[in-house]
């Protein structure tokens, strides 16, 4: 579920990339003419960089969740890819289970363990 979770961290910030190199070119277009200050298209520019480095840590993180897998697998971990899901895991939440509630559980283990004692 992890590995799921980094994969869609990196196509969100994939699109937070493009956004602000968008943003980028519109302060660089205010600030050459005059709207804006440097310190404006610095601005935009360093959290540019932030979100790269965030994408790349987002991507070694998945990659090594990818190298476990494939070592649980018994596969080797250098051609191992994880392909992307159809259907996003964590937007689907799954129902309740039904049957058994957790109170039923722990009187039935209190009758087995008191009956143990006798």
């Known amino acids: 579920?992890?590995?799921?979770?980094?994969?869609?961290?990196?196509?969100?910030?994939?699109?937070?990339?493009a956004a602000l190199r968008q943003l980028q070119q519109y302060a660089?277009?205010?600030?050459?003419a005059g709207q804006a200050t440097?310190?404006?298209?610095?601005?935009?520019?360093?959290?540019?960089?932030a979100m790269q480095a965030l994408q790349a840590t987002w991507q070694a993180q998945a990659d090594g969740y990818a190298r476990n897998l494939a070592v649980l697998l018994?596969?080797?971990?250098?051609?191992?890819?994880?392909p992307p899901s159809?259907?996003?895991?964590?937007?689907?939440i799954p129902?309740?289970?039904?049957?058994?509630?957790?109170?039923?559980v722990l009187n039935r283990r209190l009758m087995c363990a008191h009956k143990n004692m006798w």
């Open 38 to 49: 440097d310190y404006d298209v610095q601005d935009v520019a360093a959290k540019l960089s």
């Open 28 to 32: 660089q277009g205010r600030f050459r």
């Open 95 to 104: 129902a309740a289970p039904a049957g058994t509630l957790p109170l039923a």
């Open 74 to 82: 018994g596969v080797p971990a250098q051609g191992f890819t994880i």
């Open 1 to 17: 579920m992890r590995i799921r979770a980094l994969q869609q961290r990196i196509r969100v910030g994939a699109q937070s990339v």
């Open 86 to 92: 159809p259907v996003d895991a964590l937007d689907t």
